[in-house]
Protein backbone atom coordinates (compact mmCIF):
# COMPACT_ATOMS: atom_id res chain seq x y z
CA UNK A 1 0.00 0.00 0.00
CA UNK A 2 2.17 2.97 -1.47
CA UNK A 3 1.71 6.62 -0.64
CA UNK A 4 2.44 9.31 -2.18
CA UNK A 5 2.28 12.46 -1.25
CA UNK A 6 3.53 15.42 -3.77
CA UNK A 7 4.05 19.36 -2.17
CA UNK A 8 5.00 21.59 -4.36
CA UNK A 9 4.67 25.50 -4.53
CA UNK A 10 3.49 26.10 -7.59
CA UNK A 11 0.04 27.53 -7.65
CA UNK A 12 -2.88 25.36 -8.43
CA UNK A 13 -3.39 27.11 -11.62
CA UNK A 14 -0.17 25.66 -12.69
CA UNK A 15 -0.45 22.17 -11.88
CA UNK A 16 -1.97 20.09 -14.68
CA UNK A 17 -5.49 18.93 -14.58
CA UNK A 18 -5.78 15.18 -13.64
CA UNK A 19 -2.08 15.02 -12.51
CA UNK A 20 -3.53 12.60 -9.28
CA UNK A 21 -4.41 10.08 -11.54
CA UNK A 22 -1.12 10.13 -13.63
CA UNK A 23 0.99 10.01 -10.57
CA UNK A 24 -0.89 7.41 -9.08
CA UNK A 25 -0.91 5.20 -12.57
CA UNK A 26 3.00 6.10 -12.61
CA UNK A 27 3.79 4.97 -8.99
CA UNK A 28 2.20 1.73 -9.30
CA UNK A 29 4.14 1.22 -12.57
CA UNK A 30 7.39 2.39 -10.68
CA UNK A 31 6.38 0.37 -7.57
CA UNK A 32 5.04 -2.82 -9.31
CA UNK A 33 1.75 -2.46 -6.81
CA UNK A 34 -1.47 -2.33 -7.85
CA UNK A 35 -2.76 0.83 -8.82
CA UNK A 36 -6.21 0.43 -6.94
CA UNK A 37 -3.37 0.18 -3.40
CA UNK A 38 -1.62 3.55 -4.27
CA UNK A 39 -2.67 6.50 -2.23
CA UNK A 40 -2.02 10.11 -4.08
CA UNK A 41 -2.40 13.47 -2.26
CA UNK A 42 -1.20 16.29 -4.36
CA UNK A 43 -0.74 19.79 -2.34
CA UNK A 44 0.09 22.92 -4.66
CA UNK A 45 0.49 26.44 -3.06
CA UNK A 46 2.50 24.93 -0.32
CA UNK A 47 5.70 27.10 0.97
CA UNK A 48 9.10 25.90 0.22
CA UNK A 49 12.62 26.96 0.29
CA UNK A 50 15.02 24.66 -1.50
CA UNK A 51 18.17 25.37 -1.60
CA UNK A 52 18.42 28.99 -0.47
CA UNK A 53 15.50 29.73 -3.00
CA UNK A 54 11.42 29.83 -3.58
CA UNK A 55 11.55 29.11 -7.32
CA UNK A 56 9.12 26.59 -8.16
CA UNK A 57 9.88 23.44 -6.73
CA UNK A 58 8.49 20.41 -5.61
CA UNK A 59 9.13 17.44 -2.80
CA UNK A 60 8.03 13.81 -3.69
CA UNK A 61 7.49 11.53 -0.55
CA UNK A 62 6.91 7.58 -0.77
CA UNK A 63 6.23 5.18 1.47
CA UNK A 64 5.20 1.58 1.20
CA UNK A 65 5.72 -1.94 2.47
CA UNK A 66 8.55 -3.89 0.63
CA UNK A 67 9.66 -1.66 -2.25
CA UNK A 68 11.60 1.07 -0.71
CA UNK A 69 13.80 -0.16 1.57
CA UNK A 70 17.57 -0.34 -0.22
CA UNK A 71 19.47 2.08 -2.05
CA UNK A 72 19.33 0.00 -5.15
CA UNK A 73 15.66 0.10 -5.34
CA UNK A 74 15.20 3.35 -4.66
CA UNK A 75 17.67 4.30 -7.44
CA UNK A 76 15.66 2.91 -9.90
CA UNK A 77 12.67 4.56 -8.55
CA UNK A 78 13.92 8.21 -8.06
CA UNK A 79 14.85 7.79 -11.65
CA UNK A 80 11.69 7.15 -12.66
CA UNK A 81 10.19 9.55 -10.92
CA UNK A 82 12.69 11.93 -11.80
CA UNK A 83 11.14 11.59 -15.45
CA UNK A 84 7.69 11.77 -14.96
CA UNK A 85 8.15 14.83 -12.54
CA UNK A 86 10.36 17.13 -14.50
CA UNK A 87 7.77 16.10 -17.57
CA UNK A 88 4.62 16.76 -15.89
CA UNK A 89 5.42 20.09 -13.53
CA UNK A 90 8.12 21.35 -15.50
CA UNK A 91 10.62 21.49 -13.18
CA UNK A 92 14.41 20.80 -13.34
CA UNK A 93 15.96 17.78 -11.23
CA UNK A 94 17.71 20.49 -9.01
CA UNK A 95 14.35 21.69 -8.09
CA UNK A 96 12.61 18.38 -7.29
CA UNK A 97 13.38 16.19 -3.81
CA UNK A 98 12.72 12.67 -3.33
CA UNK A 99 12.13 10.80 0.45
CA UNK A 100 11.43 6.96 0.61
CA UNK A 101 10.17 5.81 3.31
CA UNK A 102 9.67 2.07 3.88
CA UNK A 103 6.62 1.22 6.26
CA UNK A 104 6.02 -2.06 8.11
CA UNK A 105 2.79 -3.41 7.87
CA UNK A 106 2.11 -2.58 11.75
CA UNK A 107 2.11 1.06 10.41
CA UNK A 108 -0.64 0.86 8.27
CA UNK A 109 -3.82 1.07 9.71
CA UNK A 110 -6.87 -0.45 7.70
CA UNK A 111 -10.09 -1.64 7.75
CA UNK A 112 -10.60 -1.82 11.60
CA UNK A 113 -7.02 -3.00 12.25
CA UNK A 114 -3.36 -2.98 10.91
CA UNK A 115 -1.91 -4.74 7.38
CA UNK A 116 0.09 -7.20 9.85
CA UNK A 117 -3.25 -8.76 10.24
CA UNK A 118 -5.02 -8.76 6.84
Same mark, same amino acid.
Given at each position: ????????????????? @???? #??? /?????? %????? =? &??????????????????????????????????????? @???? #??? /?????? %????? =? &????????????????????????
Amino acid at each position: MPFVELETNLPASRVPA @GLEK #RLC /EAAAAI %LDKPE =D &RVSVTIRPDTSLLMNGSTEPCAHLLVSSIGVVGTAEKNR @GHSS #RFF /EFLTKE %LALSQ =D &RIIIRFFPLEPWQIGKNGTVMTFL
